[in-house]
């Protein structure tokens, strides 16, 4: 009997599991399946995020159960999770909810539509539809959406009387009303989540109704305040267990008003910057919370909090960051959890109480600075129970203080990345560590080989140190329970064939950036490694082999998600067969390397490939046509600057989410129509040969983000393409084109445009009154074209930094235009026929540091404002009608080095590539990330020195310094105080009509390399002093009226030849063929702060004649004024008018001065 009921229980489970079986492999409810497809038709409709979710017979696809973000039910078959958020793509607007669409999952209990742009629900279709189908709901996710007030939160929720757990984080909702209608339907309710939205003090109260609540979050509402409704509260919410008021605006009434919460487990009251730690309050609210079990008071203003603590008897879990702490912490005994980072001060008596923690198991000491401390010398190193220690950022730790960590044996984690350590690793301790973090320190050696007997790290970074040796022969050989390694930026050498690694079969990350590859023979020859690595990376590394070949080892990895390669100098054939082999592969960069041959792909589809990145390399032939069908949610497709042919494949603009990130440029592109990318978001064709006309479609997308058609062959007309309101555009250039005709009108429905360039095309008419309404405009470059008209006064946005309007027919004054321009770096107008006076107000421009004018009509003097510009470095006004004398304080400027005047360190192209980030604490990668940063601009400032025009941009840019005031009608002496000008590079003062002597002070120009002083009516001697300009590359004298000997043929002026000093015939001595006779001397030094002028008057002579006759002059007078009463009272009289005649002058003068400096 008893082996008949086993049987019958036997075959009961086989027709269980068999149940099971069948139910995993063939499915979800049809229905169930059917109400998915309509849920990703829905909000979904790009199919990108859901991709998976596909209406297909296949079996092994068709099963809703293995979809992901649906989790069912093992028994049942049933969806009882459904994990969407961030699905609904958010260019496409908001998006307002059928809540409808979930009726078919009866068994649903958790769904998170967080990060969906919701603003609301339809009309009769919120959740109130569920609540008699989907009784078993109990957790639901709103969090990130955009319902703004109550009303529009209500029309989802009413109705959903199971719900447990309700998350609303950022929402900005306002008001109170609908959580106090909420309180009185959600009676089941434990978890609510009001966070980051914008809840006043009245909120409180409308909180009383949730008499189930276990867990609420209200941090993030700034405007909250007061401490009254929370007492109010307070003696509702019995049950609350856990309290979040974190970043807020509470002072220290609020510990008062928290004695109620007798129940609370956790309290959060982080970053309210005017707690400051009431004694009196502190202590009654720890006699009161005796189940308290975690408290963060971080980033307050508390100042020796530590001892009114002691009465948290059941205290796990303390955060004190960002405070002044001080004082013991030995009444804490149940501590298990302390955060003490970026405290102002710490001191010893704190670190040597942690020491009698006797449950202390995590400890956070980040970003402190120990210089105060003597840290060494502290029980700190004697905790028998400390599992996890981070001191990252922290400063002026003792020299052995990896050594003294060695002593806590029960350590498991240990972080002490960018502390500035020094020496070598120990050589002893840490057995048990299984995290070890060491990088961003100056810890140089080789790696010891103790390290060796850590049979327990599973996780090593000594990134960006001076560590040195083969990674052969050390000791992470034997660490084979390591998941992830890093090694980069160091001094390693990594043998090739990856043997010593053969046997570290859980190694998933592998990372050696900036390392140095070595060959090595042995490689993988009669076995496979156990290892198969899912991050794998050498970016930057390079062989001292000049073919090196991508590694052996890698033919034997087919798991692999990231693989980075680039900038390795690598060669040989594209190697397909890693795309081939790694059918889970996600991201491939391979940029910068010597691969030749075409592209080729592989077999089979790779779903997971995000980012494609294989520039700079020698890759031929066409893009392959199949690449959407083998890619088919790429992201991310760079193969600039490479030998591409052929045409762009149309599939590309088929390919909808994510919006796809694409650059072709610098290659030979010849056939394709760039308005089939108008649904992605990244473009860049540049300096292909690419023709024919655009569709007016491409600018009116509201996907496309960055557009570079630069340097092909377009043609046709701008005038048609009028764009939309709603389009996302940031960034268009389509320069070194063929496009003629006028700018559209509506120019100003690129409200997003940061960067503009049109540039070398065939332009003309007026520049558009709409480009005053782009006010995000950082970058304009409209040069050489046939612009014409006055440019629009209310043209002046405050984001602006550089401007490009040189070689145009731009006409009439500068009126109001760039008033405003408060950020401008760049102005460049130069080859117009602009008229008129400088105006006065290009002083209000604190930012200028490249001001160009040149080839206009300006007239009038050069005003003084423009002594204002504190970083002006390079200004060219040459080729202008300009009168008048030279400023002196054009010898203030500074002539600072200005980082701005480039750019930023990328090009006007730029783009952010992926994020790879890796989790030290778990060892899993996280999500790759595609992102794109702000405009950076490589600006390229065409500067005439040298007797040569050149295009200045990057570093020289940011230290060029030049002035050009040339061919001008500038008259008067050159002021001296232009000799403090020592950092300048480049001087042109010539075709004026200067007069007066070379300031000797020009001596001090100390970086001068062109100095052209010709074509004007100097006159006396050049300065001979001048031969100290070591830099002096060109330099020009030529046609005025000097007259002395020409400076010694040494250093710099051995270089000059007579066209330096032709058109002054009274100069003689080389290299002039006009010698000098014997009786005229060399020129003798002059002064600095003196000018004198050679003559033919003796001047010793005409000293004693000048002193004789003043003598005779003032005794004559003196005799007379004696002699004559009536006279001398006449004279005196004369004398008094005088000086009160002087003094009004004075008085007056100085009062217009002083308002003249206000002004």
């Known amino acids: 009997m008893t082996m008949k009921k086993m049987w019958v229980w036997m075959v009961l489970t086989l027709f269980t599991l068999v149940g099971e079986w069948h139910g995993r492999c063939y499915g979800c409810l049809e229905e169930e399946r059917m109400g998915l497809l309509e849920i990703k038709s829905s909000i979904d409709p790009n199919g990108y995020d859901l991709r998976d979710w596909v209406d297909t017979s296949n079996e092994n696809i068709s099963n809703c159960c293995e979809w992901w973000r649906v989790e069912c039910d093992n028994t049942t078959r049933r969806v009882i999770e459904l994990t969407l958020p961030g699905v609904w793509y958010y260019r496409l607007g908001d998006l307002v ?460 990895q087919y798991d692999l998600r990231t693989l980075d390669l680039s900038n390795c100098n690598f060669s040989g054939v594209f190697p397909s067969w890693l795309l081939e082999n790694n059918t889970r592969l996600e991201a491939l960069y391979l940029r910068q390397n010597s691969f030749v041959g075409p592209l080729k792909l592989p077999n089979h589809p790779t779903p997971n490939m995000i980012f494609l990145d294989i520039s700079n390399n020698n890759i031929s032939g066409q893009v392959p046509r199949n690449i959407c069908s083998v890619f088919p949610h790429l992201a991310q497709f760079m193969m600039a600057k490479n030998g591409l042919t052929g045409s762009i494949p149309s599939c590309f603009g088929n390919i909808t989410y994510p919006p796809l990130f694409i650059d072709l440029s610098h290659n030979l592109l010849s056939i394709g129509k760039p308005e089939q990318l108008k649904r992605s978001w990244y473009v860049k064709l540049s300096n292909n040969n690419l023709g024919g006309q655009i569709s007016p479609s491409i600018f009116n997308s509201s996907f496309l983000g960055y557009l570079y058609l630069d340097g092909n062959k377009f043609t046709g007309h701008v005038l048609d393409f009028q764009p939309t309101n709603g389009i996302s555009l940031v960034a268009l250039d389509i320069s070194d084109n063929q496009f003629s005709g006028i700018l559209p009108t509506r120019m100003g429905n690129f409200s997003d445009l940061q960067a503009i360039d049109l540039s070398r095309n065939h332009f003309d008419g007026p520049l558009p009154i709409d480009f005053c309404m782009l006010d995000y405009l950082e970058y304009l470059d409209l040069s050489e074209n046939n612009f014409s008209g006055s440019v629009p006064s209310c043209f002046n946005p405050s984001s602006l930094k550089y401007v490009h309007l040189s070689k145009n027919q731009l006409s009439g004054p500068l009126t109001g235009a760039f008033y405003y321009s408060s950020s401008l770096v760049t102005l460049d107008i130069a080859d117009n026929n602009l008229m008129g006076p400088i105006s006065n107000w290009i002083g209000n421009l604190p930012a200028l540091s490249v001001l160009l004018l040149r080839a206009n009509q300006f007239a009038g003097d050069l005003p003084t404002q423009l002594c204002l510009l504190e970083h002006l470095a390079i200004l060219d006004v040459s080729r202008n009608q300009l009168s008048g004398p030279l400023p002196f304080c054009l010898g203030n400027f500074s002539l600072k080095e200005n980082l701005d005047k480039a750019g930023g360190p990328g090009h006007k192209t730029f783009y952010g590539g992926p994020l790879r980030k890796t989790s030290y604490a778990t060892g899993i990668a996280d999500d790759l990330e595609f992102f794109i940063e702000e405009i950076n601009i490589e600006e390229t400032v065409e500067f005439t020195t040298k007797r040569r025009s050149e295009g200045y941009k990057g570093t020289v840019l940011n230290f060029m310094t030049g002035f050009d005031l040339s061919s001008n009608r500038f008259s008067g002496e050159i002021p001296l105080e232009m000799g403090k000008l020592s950092k300048l590079h480049a001087l042109n003062l010539s075709h004026n009509n200067l007069t007066g002597s070379i300031p000797a002070t020009f001596s001090n120009l100390k970086q001068i390399e062109s100095l052209d002083l010709s074509h004007n009516n100097f006159d006396g001697v050049i300065p001979p002093q001048l031969v100290v300009l070591n830099n002096l590359e060109v330099f020009s004298v030529a046609h005025n009226n000097l007259s002395g000997k020409a400076p010694e043929m040494k250093a710099q002026f051995g270089t000059f030849d007579e066209s330096s000093y032709e058109g002054n015939p009274l100069l003689c001595g080389p290299p002039l063929q006009n010698k000098c006779s014997e009786e005229q001397s060399p020129s003798q030094p002059m002064p600095n702060d003196e000018r004198e002028d050679d003559g033919f008057i003796d001047m010793d002579v005409f000293y004693v004649s000048l002193g004789v006759s003043y003598v005779i002059v003032v005794l004559t007078i003196a005799a007379v004024l004696y002699i004559n009463p009536l006279w001398r009272g006449r004279w005196f009289h004369f004398i008094e008018e005088c000086i009160d005649t002087c003094y009004c002058l004075m008085v007056v003068n100085f009062r217009k001065f002083s308002n003249f400096r206000r002004s």
């Open 97 to 556: 909810l059928n809540a409808s669409l979930f009726l078919p999952f009866k068994e649903l209990r958790s769904l998170d539509l967080g990060n969906n742009a919701i603003v609301g629900c339809h009309e009769n279709q919120g959740f109130e539809v569920l609540s008699s189908k989907l009784t078993k709901l109990n957790v639901l996710d709103l969090s990130e959406n955009r319902f703004n007030d109550d009303s529009s939160m209500l029309s989802c929720l009413t109705g959903l009387s199971s719900l447990k757990s309700l998350y609303l984080w950022g929402n900005m909702l306002t008001g109170s009303t609908g959580v106090k209608v909420l309180s009185s339907r959600l009676k089941k309710l434990e978890n609510l989540d009001l966070g980051w939205n914008r809840y006043n003090d009245s909120i409180f109260s409308s909180l009383t109704g949730f008499t189930s609540l276990k867990s609420l979050n209200l941090s993030y509402n700034f405007e909250l305040t007061g401490s009254t409704g929370v007492k109010v509260s307070s003696s509702r919410l019995k049950k609350l267990e856990n309290l979040d008021l974190s970043r807020n605006r509470f002072n220290d009434s609020i510990f008062s008003s928290l004695t109620g919460f007798t129940s609370l487990k956790s309290l959060d009251l982080s970053y309210n910057f005017e707690l400051t730690g009431s004694t009196v309050g502190v202590e009654v609210l720890s006699s009161q919370l005796r189940k308290l079990e975690r408290l963060d008071l971080s980033y307050n203003s508390f100042n020796n909090i530590l001892p009114h603590l002691c009465g948290f008897s059941s205290l796990k879990t303390l955060n004190l960051s960002g405070n002044m702490v001080s004082g013991s912490t030995t009444c804490l005994r149940k501590l298990e959890v302390l955060s003490l980072n970026e405290l102002t001060i710490i001191g010893s008596t704190l670190l040597q109480s942690l020491g009698a923690l006797p449950s202390l198991k995590i400890l956070s000491l980040q970003d402190n600075n120990f210089s105060s401390t003597s840290i060494s010398q502290v029980t700190f190193f004697n905790m028998t129970t400390l599992e996890e220690l981070y001191i990252d950022r922290s400063s002026a730790l003792p020299i052995k203080f990896l050594h003294n960590i060695g002593q806590l044996n029960a350590l498991k984690i240990l972080s002490a990345r960018d502390c500035d350590l020094t020496g070598t690793l120990p050589t002893q301790g840490l057995k048990n560590v299984e995290q070890l973090d060491l990088s961003g320190n100056k810890l140089e050696g080789s790696l010891p080989d103790c390290l060796g007997n850590l049979s327990s790290l599973q996780v090593l970074d000594v990134s960006r140190n001076w560590f040195t040796g083969n990674i052969a022969t050390g000791p992470l050989s034997n660490l084979t329970s390591l998941e992830f390694l890093s090694l980069s930026n160091n001094l390693f050498k990594l043998p090739l064939s990856f043997k010593s690694f053969s046997n570290h079969s859980k190694l998933k990350f592998f990372i050696c950036d900036n390392c140095t590859l070595v060959e090595d023979r042995a490689g993988f020859r009669n076995f496979i490694p156990k290892l198969q690595l899912m991050v794998f990376s050498l970016l930057d590394s390079t062989s001292k082999a000049i073919n090196s070949n991508v590694p052996n080892f890698l033919y034997s």
